[in-house]
Protein backbone atom coordinates (compact mmCIF):
# COMPACT_ATOMS: atom_id res chain seq x y z
CA UNK A 1 0.00 0.00 0.00
CA UNK A 2 1.70 3.59 -1.16
CA UNK A 3 1.62 6.25 1.77
CA UNK A 4 0.96 9.47 0.86
CA UNK A 5 3.80 11.50 2.12
CA UNK A 6 3.69 15.44 1.58
CA UNK A 7 6.50 16.68 0.12
CA UNK A 8 8.70 19.19 1.99
CA UNK A 9 10.74 20.20 -1.24
CA UNK A 10 9.89 20.41 -4.61
CA UNK A 11 13.53 19.30 -5.40
CA UNK A 12 15.76 18.09 -2.66
CA UNK A 13 19.98 18.52 -3.49
CA UNK A 14 22.29 16.29 -1.93
CA UNK A 15 26.04 17.23 -2.63
CA UNK A 16 28.96 15.04 -1.21
CA UNK A 17 31.49 17.01 0.60
CA UNK A 18 33.34 13.46 1.55
CA UNK A 19 36.80 14.63 2.31
CA UNK A 20 39.19 11.74 2.25
CA UNK A 21 43.45 12.10 2.57
CA UNK A 22 45.71 13.14 -0.19
CA UNK A 23 46.34 10.26 -2.23
CA UNK A 24 43.59 8.35 -1.26
CA UNK A 25 43.25 5.48 -4.05
CA UNK A 26 39.50 6.53 -3.87
CA UNK A 27 40.02 10.09 -4.21
CA UNK A 28 36.50 12.50 -2.78
CA UNK A 29 34.50 14.77 -3.92
CA UNK A 30 36.31 17.66 -1.65
CA UNK A 31 39.93 16.90 -2.83
CA UNK A 32 38.32 18.02 -6.46
CA UNK A 33 37.08 20.84 -5.45
CA UNK A 34 33.53 20.50 -4.49
CA UNK A 35 32.99 22.78 -1.82
CA UNK A 36 33.59 25.96 -3.75
CA UNK A 37 30.96 24.56 -5.88
CA UNK A 38 28.44 23.73 -2.94
CA UNK A 39 28.80 27.22 -1.84
CA UNK A 40 28.05 28.42 -4.70
CA UNK A 41 24.83 26.38 -4.79
CA UNK A 42 23.64 27.56 -1.39
CA UNK A 43 24.52 31.12 -2.37
CA UNK A 44 21.94 30.79 -5.52
CA UNK A 45 19.15 28.88 -3.82
CA UNK A 46 18.87 31.51 -1.01
CA UNK A 47 19.67 34.31 -3.24
CA UNK A 48 16.66 33.32 -5.30
CA UNK A 49 14.93 33.24 -2.28
CA UNK A 50 13.87 28.90 -3.64
CA UNK A 51 12.26 27.87 0.06
CA UNK A 52 11.01 24.88 -2.13
CA UNK A 53 14.51 23.50 -2.73
CA UNK A 54 16.24 21.43 -0.57
CA UNK A 55 20.20 21.61 0.26
CA UNK A 56 22.15 18.92 2.22
CA UNK A 57 25.52 18.33 2.61
CA UNK A 58 26.85 14.36 2.59
CA UNK A 59 29.47 11.68 2.98
CA UNK A 60 30.43 9.36 0.10
CA UNK A 61 27.82 8.84 -2.25
CA UNK A 62 29.71 6.02 -3.62
CA UNK A 63 31.01 7.17 -7.26
CA UNK A 64 34.55 8.76 -5.80
CA UNK A 65 36.30 8.83 -8.61
CA UNK A 66 33.71 11.11 -10.77
CA UNK A 67 32.91 13.43 -8.38
CA UNK A 68 32.22 16.19 -7.13
CA UNK A 69 28.92 15.09 -7.19
CA UNK A 70 25.51 15.96 -6.34
CA UNK A 71 21.91 14.20 -7.56
CA UNK A 72 19.01 15.81 -7.50
CA UNK A 73 15.48 14.11 -6.40
CA UNK A 74 13.11 13.21 -6.64
CA UNK A 75 13.96 12.66 -10.11
CA UNK A 76 17.28 11.37 -9.02
CA UNK A 77 19.17 12.83 -11.77
CA UNK A 78 23.25 13.12 -10.62
CA UNK A 79 25.46 15.92 -11.74
CA UNK A 80 28.84 16.52 -12.10
CA UNK A 81 29.28 20.32 -12.12
CA UNK A 82 32.65 21.84 -12.88
CA UNK A 83 32.10 25.51 -13.06
CA UNK A 84 30.18 27.86 -11.15
CA UNK A 85 29.09 28.44 -14.28
CA UNK A 86 27.75 24.97 -14.38
CA UNK A 87 25.90 25.87 -10.62
CA UNK A 88 24.21 28.82 -12.23
CA UNK A 89 22.75 26.21 -14.77
CA UNK A 90 22.18 23.83 -12.79
CA UNK A 91 19.93 26.11 -10.37
CA UNK A 92 18.01 28.53 -12.97
CA UNK A 93 17.15 25.47 -15.79
CA UNK A 94 16.42 21.95 -13.48
CA UNK A 95 15.86 23.72 -9.65
CA UNK A 96 13.77 26.73 -10.94
CA UNK A 97 12.20 25.77 -14.23
CA UNK A 98 12.59 21.94 -13.97
CA UNK A 99 14.48 20.98 -17.00
CA UNK A 100 17.72 18.80 -16.44
CA UNK A 101 20.73 20.31 -17.51
CA UNK A 102 21.51 16.89 -20.03
CA UNK A 103 25.16 18.22 -20.94
CA UNK A 104 26.02 17.73 -17.03
CA UNK A 105 23.91 14.65 -15.91
CA UNK A 106 25.88 11.81 -15.31
CA UNK A 107 24.99 8.17 -15.62
CA UNK A 108 26.45 6.46 -12.98
CA UNK A 109 26.68 2.04 -12.46
CA UNK A 110 28.87 0.03 -10.53
Not at 42 to 47: A, L, P, R
Not at 65 to 92: C, F, H, K, N, Q
Request: charged content about 20%; proline content about 10%; overall charge negative.
Amino acid sequence: MPLDVPQTFRHHVFCCAQQRPPGHPRGSCAANGAHPLWQRLDQKIQGKGLADIGMAMTGCLGFCSAGPLMVVYPEGIWYRPETPEDIDEIVDSHLVNDAPVERLVMVLTR
